[in-house]
């Protein structure tokens, strides 16, 4: 859906085709800083969670691997290499599996999903290794 605006109301309708969804991201960029508390305001919060689903449906983006979901975990948590000793072993291992050398073994994947808190079946998917 994507609404158009008349006077003091808005006209919503499905975004159905990429010439739906261009229009609705130009509208969207026109009342991207609206006052809160006015139609458009309303309007482009409306909007934006049409041309999320739109993009949902039409381009998908495949969840990251499990190295590179702890990488992004770590940079987002402020962590270092070293601190993931714990969950995966000395300096030498954690380094052999972020630059993927070495697979994640089991418990690496329990110990990582609790304190990364990251789904445990993310960890598990398969991933190739650096020769």
Do not use: C, W
Request: no cysteine; charged share 35%; glycine share 4%.
């Amino acid at each position: 859906m994507h609404i158009t605006k008349k006077a003091d109301t808005m006209n919503i309708k499905p975004i159905k085709t990429d010439t739906d969804y261009r229009a609705a991201l130009k509208r969207l960029e026109d009342i991207f800083d609206a006052p809160q508390g006015t139609t458009e305001s309303d309007e482009a919060d409306i909007l934006g969670l049409l041309i999320d689903e739109y993009e949902k449906e039409n381009y998908p983006i495949d969840a990251p691997g499990p190295i590179e979901a702890i990488k992004i975990r770590m940079e987002e948590m402020n962590l270092k290499q070293i601190d993931l000793v714990p969950e995966i072993g000395g300096k030498s291992s954690v380094s052999e599996i972020l630059n993927r050398k070495r697979k994640l073994t089991v418990d690496m994947i329990r110990k990582l999903a609790r304190r990364l808190h990251l789904p445990a079946d993310l960890l598990i998917k398969e991933y190739q290794l650096v020769r």
